[in-house]
Nanobody
Framework: EVRLVESGGGSVQPGGSLRLSCAAS????????MGWIRQASGKGLEWVSV????????NYADSVKGRFTISRDNAKRTVYLQMNNLQSDDTAVYYC????????????????????WGQGTQVTVSS
């Protein structure tokens, strides 16, 4: 059974930071690119970031470039999202997800490009 379990969400003030983690099991973790997608209340899914299977390449949505950093530790079967200078527009449920096997990360730029998803973790940014 594929399992992706996010953690690390919470409430912060604008300008604050959070580090999300995603623990993976039930599949060969380093066969897949991994990414993060978010959904604000009442809005659609928005792709945030992706990292290649060997952590050599990353890509980010324009809205988070320079503020968020994706990373992974294949030995720990975990992917991370470091979020700095958080803003109110970053408030959303954040989902960890796998790419499709063999896909280049440069083609993984939409929620529909991901295969297996976790349950999500809430991030709230408010004064």
């Amino acid at each position: 059974e594929v399992r992706l379990v996010e953690s690390g969400g919470g409430s912060v003030q604008p300008g604050g930071s959070l580090r999300l983690s995603c623990a993976a099991s039930g599949f060969t973790f380093d066969d897949y690119a991994m990414g993060w997608i978010r959904q604000a209340s009442g809005k659609g899914l928005e792709w945030v970031s992706v990292i290649s299977w060997n952590e050599l390449s990353t890509n980010y949505a324009d809205s988070v470039k320079g503020r968020f950093t994706i990373s992974r530790d294949n030995a720990k079967r975990t992917v991370y999202l470091q979020m700095n200078n958080l803003q109110s527009d970053d408030t959303a449920v954040y989902y960890c997800a796998t790419g499709r096997r063999g896909a280049s990360i440069w083609t993984i730029t939409s929620p529909s490009d991901f295969l297996y998803w976790g349950q999500g973790t809430q991030v709230t940014v408010s004064s």
